[in-house]
């Protein structure tokens, strides 16, 4: 595991998209795993600054996200269909046809499962898989548990997480209870894993990832095992290194 500390939030965006940036041009029709939440705004910031300045050209470029919430359909501004629409794929020349999520309004939980699993291994894997942390060491949505989930799976999200997530919705009830994600397996699978940290409140979840025990109680700490992850943190994430 390669370890790259930033100063703070902006430097930790510019670096992380520095290794995205890298893979789009080394490959231009990489199948990059993508991840929502706080984290990787930013990171999407600089990557359609690049693209505007002509830096970057996503017209061969795939992604796949690693979750979606349960029951939220694409027009749901709390989706994740919605986000990734308005931090990156509104901003950059990426083609709708290339750009997948879990599909939050197919309740047939098998079905969608099974139709995303195979989609993933239709692209052939994943060649870059970013990453961020919940506080729990979640990654994707995979919570602690007493194994480790291996394919595209329907989660209950655990107490902390909801509230963890209700700083986006009016309030706690209106966080979904359940998601579609990616399982540590599918994850595991992707060639290049890049993991952004950001924050004092995620030291803790950080330290156990890289020292700790493998464990899935701590679902981020099977990293350790992966041959080709780097993370990305700032000071506050980075403190107890
Ligand atoms: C989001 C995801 C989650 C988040 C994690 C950290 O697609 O899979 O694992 O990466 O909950 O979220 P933030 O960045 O909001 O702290």
């Known amino acids: 595991m390669k370890i790259i500390i930033a100063e703070d939030y902006k430097e930790l965006s510019r670096k992380a998209a520095n290794i995205i940036s890298a893979q789009i041009i080394l490959k231009s029709d990489s199948v990059l795993g993508l991840a929502t939440g706080s984290t990787p705004i930013g990171i999407y910031d600089q990557l359609a600054e690049r693209y505007c300045t002509g830096e970057l050209d996503f017209s061969q470029v ?13 027009e749901n501004t709390q989706s994740y269909h919605y986000y990734m629409n308005k931090y990156l794929f509104s901003k950059v020349n990426l083609s709708k046809e290339h750009c997948f999520l ?3 309004v197919n309740l047939d939980s098998r079905a969608e499962c099974k139709r995303y699993q195979e989609l993933i291994d239709n692209l052939g894997g994943i060649d870059l898989q970013l990453l961020g942390l919940g506080h729990n060491g979640h990654i994707g949505f995979n919570e602690p548990a007493d194994f480790f989930e291996k394919k595209v799976h329907l989660v209950d999200l655990t107490e902390q997480t909801i509230q963890a997530n209700q700083r986006f919705f009016e309030s706690a009830e209106e966080v979904p209870r359940q998601a579609y994600t990616m399982g540590v397996g599918t994850i595991f699978q992707a060639k ?11 030291a803790e979840a950080l330290y156990r990832v890289v020292q700790g025990k493998i464990s899935p109680q701590i679902p981020g700490s099977i990293l350790q095992l992966h041959p080709d992850v780097t993370v990305v943190a700032d000071r506050g994430a980075a403190k107890l290194f």
Not at 62 to 74: K, P
Not at 192 to 202: C, D, F, M, P, T
Request: net charge negative.
């Open 62 to 74: 795939f992604t796949i996200n690693l979750d979606e919430y349960y029951g939220l359909s694409s």
């Open 102 to 104: 879990p599909d939050g």
């Open 192 to 202: 290049k894993i890049l993991l952004a940290v950001s924050g004092e409140e995620k």
